[in-house]
């Protein structure tokens, strides 16, 4: 995309280019070239009607699970939890966007971790199901597995995910969840048994978790942030243009 921004000045026919990071923001000044007034961020959502916490669903306290596959690192999560015979993860390594290889197939699975794909009224069960969820990522400088964090938290789960450079603005370390730094098999295990051993701890980040989602990152919201957007960016017109011709 630099091309079209920096060498052909792209940004200059556009009102305002929205992006979910604060690393795409700096990305945006820095080495596009782009104008900050005309970068607003804006967080991702989740369908927080749909992910909600499910009372009925019964927690399996030794379950955990993870979801998507763009960037996720999948090895270290495996390594991670190898040794923990009695803790079952499951894994819904699929996406229909990503074009990640799938790491978890021709892949020798301890017998605690298993990983297909999950329609999405699955999906929601299996987080339901869950102690908490975790969202292992290789290091990348985007946004990777904000869907699946976001879903998580909207359900009111605990969460684990890998801090990045492009995932710092959702979670907050021991407030709305725990991050862990990219690669660190060692910190993965130490999380995941802090969460299992702890459930006055998944309970507070959890509750904190899905609060941060009514605050900041529900549908109403998001599409409330765009509309604001676009308001903000495209110059008042005449009060005859209140009511337009339908024709036009």
């Known amino acids: 995309k630099r091309l079209f921004f920096k060498g052909l000045g792209l940004h200059r026919e556009i009102d305002t ?20 007034k005309k970068l607003r961020l804006i967080p991702f959502h989740a369908d ?17 699970s993870a979801a998507g ?8 999560l495996i390594a ?6 009695d803790l079952l993860t499951l894994l819904a390594a699929a996406s229909p966007w990503s074009k990640h290889a799938n ?7 301890p017998p605690n971790v298993k990983a ?30 904000v869907t699946t964090l976001l879903e998580a938290m909207a359900m009111g789960k605990a969460v684990i995910v890998t801090e990045t ?9 021991g407030e709305n969840g725990l991050t862990t730094p990219p690669g660190d098999v060692p910190a993965w295990k130490e999380a995941i048994v802090r969460l299992r051993n702890d459930a006055v701890l998944r309970e507070r980040l959890g509750r904190n978790a899905r609060r941060w989602i009514e605050e900041n990152a ?23 243009t209140r009511y337009p011709d339908p024709h036009i």
């Open 103 to 109: 790491e978890t197939e021709k892949r020798e699975l």
């Open 17 to 36: 280019l929205f992006v979910y990071a604060a690393s795409q923001k700096a990305f945006g000044v820095e080495r596009l070239g782009i104008p900050a």
């Open 69 to 76: 596959l763009e960037w996720r690192d999948y090895p270290t």
């Open 80 to 85: 991670a939890v190898k040794d923990m015979s």
């Open 48 to 64: 927080s009607d749909f992910y909600r916490p499910l009372p009925d669903v019964k927690v399996n306290e030794n379950q955990i």
């Open 116 to 145: 297909r794909r999950y329609e999405y009224g699955e999906l929601r069960d299996l987080y339901a199901s869950s102690a908490f969820v975790v969202v292992p990522l290789y290091e990348n400088d985007f946004q990777a597995g």
């Open 165 to 173: 450079t492009g995932q710092r603005d959702v979670v907050v370390h």
């Open 218 to 240: 529900t549908l109403t919201l998001w599409v409330d942030n765009i509309v604001n957007g676009i308001r903000d960016s495209v110059p008042q017109r005449p009060d005859k």
